[in-house]
């Protein structure tokens, strides 16, 4: 694994384990679930290179970075002041942020609640749209089919199933979520009882852009971590919408752009339409890039085409 620069920022009352590298203007890489920083190793030297500084946190939660113990801890108001606190530490006014899966969300929240601070944002797998309270939490939204999402709600019970084997349950994730799945696996058919993993194939080989040493880090990311801290991002997602009230009208007015792989089953979410509903939620949304063959970690499992349309987007801004 390249030798990284670590620093632990203090930020937002809390400090974050980030990793920096390079100089010029600023661009923070927001990793999602269930990440770390490490997903953005393909891309933090091509930033570099391209004339960026790059700063990309464990959020809060993650690997090596504070763990607050209550679940509201992580709703995305303090996800956004944790963003804007990195950029503070490293002594810049404005800034790029680029966020993928709950990274995107809060990648667009910073645009949307500290917009004089961002210069332009990118999400990846997750559009921006504004959602409605209940819609993705409460179980008689899906009669008696499991929704992860719902299974997350209860504190203590997805934990306990996914530290029972840590290793297992990533290999599991980044597998079924990945473009190198079955189609359809994902949603299997199960009961709202079912657990997380439930049905799921376990890869009897890794797929090519996840390596046995990529494992490793990961594991050993989540042995320290465990899983209470990401889970609760999921325990927010009425909360957020709760306690942003102003951004009900609100739009996205920074520079936009959207990445996600072709077989990203977040794409599906919502009957599918959530791609074109964004464009109503971004006032100036310069571009959408799909790409062939990959799923949901576009970053990782097509680091090439992903690194050619990021940095084609940041030009202007370098």
């Not at 939490?137 to 709600?153: L, S």
């Not at 062939?292 to 202007?316: C, I, R, Y």
């Amino acid at each position: 694994m390249t030798e990284r620069n670590f620093q632990l920022i203090e930020t937002n009352g809390i400090r974050l384990r980030t990793v920096v590298e390079g100089t010029g203007p600023l661009v923070i890489l927001l990793h999602g679930f269930p990440q770390c920083w490490y997903l953005w190793r393909h891309q933090i030297d091509p930033l570099v290179e391209a004339g960026f500084q790059v700063a990309v946190p464990d959020q809060r939660g993650y690997g090596g970075s504070d763990r607050p113990e209550a679940v509201e801890a992580y709703n995305i108001v303090e996800l956004t002041k944790d963003v804007v606190g990195i950029a503070d530490a490293l002594d810049h006014e404005r800034f790029v942020v680029v966020g993928h899966d709950w990274g995107a969300p809060v990648a667009w929240h910073t645009a949307l609640l500290h917009a004089e601070r961002v210069r332009a944002v990118v999400g990846m797998s997750v559009p921006y749209v504004r959602g409605q309270v209940g819609v993705m939490t409460r179980q008689e939204n899906f009669g008696d089919n499991f929704w992860y999402i719902v299974y997350f709600q209860q504190p203590g019970v997805a934990e306990a199933e996914l530290e029972a084997d840590i290793r297992k349950s990533l290999r599991v994730t980044y597998y079924v979520a990945s473009g190198d799945a079955p189609e359809g696996v994902w949603f299997t058919h199960k009961p709202a009882s079912a657990g997380f993993l439930d049905g799921l194939p376990d890869p009897t080989s890794l797929p090519p852009w996840l390596t046995t040493e990529d494992l490793d880090y990961y594991e050993a990311q989540y042995q320290k971590s465990g899983f209470r801290g990401p889970i609760n991002w999921y325990r927010n997602i009425d909360r957020n919408l709760e306690i942003t009230p102003q951004l009900a009208e609100a739009k996205v007015e920074p520079p936009a752009f959207f990445i996600a792989g072709k077989k990203d089953l977040v794409l599906s979410f919502a009957g599918g339409g959530l791609l074109e509903l964004m464009d109503s939620f971004v006032s100036d949304l310069r571009g959408k890039v799909l790409i062939d063959g990959a799923g949901h970690w576009v970053q990782m499992e097509k680091p090439a085409e992903v690194n050619a349309a990021l940095l084609d987007f940041l030009k202007p801004f370098a």
